[in-house]
């Protein structure tokens, strides 16, 4: 499935970055980003919707052999039976009240997955939130690392990154995405 027309979008040198309403598992990109767990076990919300559609076994055994991941950091898997070719597992912290370091973590994910996406010369790449489900992040402030974050990247060096979709499950999220692209353009 093509992904929905986008809620808002702008360009940054050759890179698209676009805010959609979606569920991350039917998107055709090079890869999705999963907000995964530090076990990379599949778990609840998004992470489990991709373990699901992916194929679980295939998956669990791919993300086995990868020895977990640490928080603030990313690895890649195949994507098995989703549309993407690949899944970036990136593992956001627990938010604590900020006192620990969560908003580095954040960042060093986005900037992890982004990496791996230049190593393996992805050209699209979709986001979920991060952190912001059951890890409790706070979805604006999130929203604002997210695109400050992967915007530095690409300024730095997009590699064959040429478009980067910031795939949002409701309205609220595609929102503070929304707000923090327009943070951008007037930054």
């Known amino acids: 499935m093509t992904a929905p027309a986008p809620i808002a979008s702008t360009k940054i040198g050759v890179v698209t970055l676009d805010i959609i309403i979606a569920d991350i598992t039917t998107l055709k990109v090079g890869a999705i980003v999963n907000a995964a767990n530090t076990r990379l076990a599949g778990g ?4 489990g919707a991709i ?9 669990h055994a791919a993300c086995n ?12 898997t195949a994507g098995f039976r989703l549309p993407a070719r690949y899944i970036i597992h990136a593992v956001g912290p627990v938010w604590s009240g900020g006192a620990k370091n969560e908003e580095a973590l954040l960042a060093s994910c986005y ?3 982004f990496a791996l996406a230049r190593e393996h010369m992805i050209d699209s790449l979709a986001y979920s939130a991060i952190s912001t489900g059951i890890y409790g992040f706070p979805a604006d402030r999130a929203a604002g690392i997210a695109l400050q974050t992967v915007a530095a990247e690409i300024e730095r060096d997009p590699g ?4 980067v979709v910031f795939c949002c499950f409701n309205d609220e999220a595609a929102a503070h995405h929304e707000t923090a692209l327009h943070a951008l353009d007037r930054g």
Do not use: M
């Open 65 to 76: 052999k990868l020895g977990g991941c640490e928080t603030g950091s990313a690895k890649i």
């Open 160 to 163: 064959s990154v040429r478009r």
């Open 111 to 113: 900037r992890t997955a």
């Open 44 to 47: 609840g919300g998004v992470d």
């Open 51 to 59: 373990h699901r559609a992916a194929g679980w076994d295939d998956l």
